[in-house]
Structure formats: structure tokens, C-alpha cells
């Protein structure tokens, strides 16, 4: 039996299950987040995120969903790599540049006491054509789609900032909002 060593953080209430591999990879991440998101029978989580070396930043991260799939990035998730790679003293620095699978992102660690209390990152610009995002919808811009769901009927503006949204606009969130 292989023993994995992870720390799961959250972000705003991303949660992840963080792994260092900037000794060694692991194997079949797809399949692992799998296994360890389930909140029933495992850890639990959102997906997990592999810190990783990189050529061209810092460190570098790979993160796969719940569902095996792999994602570019996260902002939350991001946040957590740069508390998670200074606090385990794998850096020093206070602003760090992360690879991801949108670009570089640069993190600056707010400290005190040597512990990270904040850390901001410059996500981008937003995208908003809609085939950029990608959604399925051929429209220039996403901004004001109307939708149903559930009976719902909501607008709904969509967004990537690495990674692609669908906000939904309503006065009150309920119980009928959710879809489980």
C-alpha cells in the first residue's frame, strides 16, 4: 500500500486536497481526484491540485476536478498553492510566479509573522465571447442569456477567468436554486 501525503485547504470555500510533487508525480491523477473528492467515502473535495516544478515560474500547478477532469486554474486554488508552498518553506519569496494552464499568474503573499494572511493574484482580464469561454452559445458577448432551470427562469452572464462561469443573477438565493 502507497501512503500519500496531502494538505486540503480552502479558498472562499474551493476546496481542494493539495499535493507536493516537486520530488515526484503522481500517477493517474485523474483517476485519484476521483477517488478522494468524494464526500462520502474519502477525503473530500473539490479536486486536488498538484504543486509542481516548473521551467518557466516558480512552481507550477495542475489541478483536476472531482470528476478526473483537468482544469486550467482556479483563484482559489491558486491563493492556497502560494500559502501552502511559502508556509512549507519550499519558497521564501513574497511574490511568486505560478505556472497554470492560463498563463503565469503572480501572487503577492501579504505576511505577518512569517505566516500568509492574504494572498491577491491579477486573474486578467475576463472573457466574455462566448467561443473563447467556450460555451455553447454563438453570441459575440454572454452577458445577459436568459435560461431555464428547474422552472427558473434566470439570466445568466458567463465568464472565463481561466477557467469558464456561468453566473447566475437572482434576487434571493433558495432551496429551488440549488440542484443537487
Not at 483536476?64 to 519550499?90: H, P, Q, T, W
Amino acid at each position: 500500500m502507497k501512503t500519500l501525503t496531502f494538505t486540503k485547504m480552502h479558498g472562499a470555500g474551493n476546496d481542494y486536497i493539495y499535493f507536493d510533487c516537486s520530488k515526484n508525480e503522481l500517477e493517474n491523477p485523474e483517476q485519484l481526484a476521483i477517488k478522494l473528492s468524494d464526500r462520502h467515502f474519502a477525503v473530500g473535495g473539490d479536486g486536488i491540485v498538484l504543486i509542481l516544478p516548473s521551467e518557466i515560474a516558480d512552481f507550477r500547478m495542475r489541478m483536476f476536478n472531482a470528476d478526473g477532469s483537468e482544469a486550467e486554474m482556479c483563484g482559489n486554488a491558486v491563493r492556497c498553492i502560494a500559502k501552502f508552498v511559502y508556509e512549507k518553506g519550499l519558497t521564501d519569496k513574497q511574490i511568486i510566479n505560478l505556472e497554470t494552464k492560463a498563463g503565469i499568474k503572480v501572487l503577492h503573499l501579504d505576511l505577518n509573522d512569517n505566516i500568509v494572511r492574504s494572498v491577491k493574484v491579477d486573474m486578467g482580464t475576463p472573457i466574455l465571447k462566448g467561443r473563447e469561454i467556450p460555451v455553447n452559445i454563438d453570441k459575440e458577448k454572454v452577458i445577459d442569456e436568459s435560461i431555464k432551470i428547474a422552472g427558473n427562469a434566470l439570466k445568466m452572464p458567463c465568464v472565463s477567468m481561466g477557467n469558464p462561469h456561468a453566473v447566475f443573477v437572482v434576487d434571493k438565493i433558495t432551496d429551488e436554486h440549488v440542484i443537487n
